[in-house]
Nanobody, 124 residues
Framework: QVQLVESGGGLVQAGGSLRLSCAAS????????MGWFRQAPGKEREFVAA????????YYADSVKGRFTISRDNVKNTVYLQMNSLKPEDTAVYYC?????????????????WGQGTQVTVSS
C-alpha cells in the first residue's frame, strides 16, 4: 500500500525559506510522477510542482517558478520541495501526491495517492 508522509511545514516570515519532505513507501516509483499541491482556505487545491521519478523532469506553476525547487533522493525514497522567498500568498496546506507517468502532471484529478498535508504559514 502506497504511503506518502509530508513533513517540514511551519510558520515563517515573508522572504524566508522552508523545505518540505515527502517520504514515499509501499512500492517502487520508477514509473511515477510525484507532485506537490497546495490548498488555501476557501480555494481549490492547486498544482505547485512535480517531477518524474525516473527521468527527473521537473514542472512548476508560474507562481512559484524561480522560488521553489522540487527534487528527489532515490536512496531515501523522498521528494523535497525547497521553498525560498516565501510570500504570504504561499500560505496553504501543502500535499504530496503520486501517480503513474501518464497524462498531465499538473492535474489534481489524475493523482491516485495523497499524503495528509502539512501547513505552511507565511506572515507578512
Amino acid at each position: 500500500q502506497v504511503q506518502l508522509v509530508e513533513s517540514g511545514g511551519g510558520l515563517v516570515q515573508a522572504g524566508g525559506s522552508l523545505r518540505l519532505s515527502c517520504a514515499a513507501s509501499g512500492r517502487t516509483f520508477n514509473n511515477y510522477a510525484m507532485g506537490w499541491f497546495r490548498q488555501a482556505p476557501g480555494k481549490e487545491r492547486e498544482f505547485v510542482a512535480a517531477l518524474t521519478w525516473s527521468g527527473g523532469s521537473t514542472y512548476y506553476a508560474d507562481s512559484v517558478k524561480g522560488r521553489f525547487t522540487i527534487s528527489r533522493d532515490n536512496v531515501k525514497n523522498t521528494v523535497y520541495l525547497q521553498m525560498n522567498s516565501l510570500k504570504p500568498e504561499d500560505t496553504a496546506v501543502y500535499y504530496c501526491a503520486a501517480k503513474r507517468v501518464v497524462g498531465n502532471v499538473r492535474l489534481v484529478s489524475l493523482y491516485n495517492y495523497w499524503g495528509q498535508g502539512t501547513q505552511v504559514t507565511v506572515s507578512s
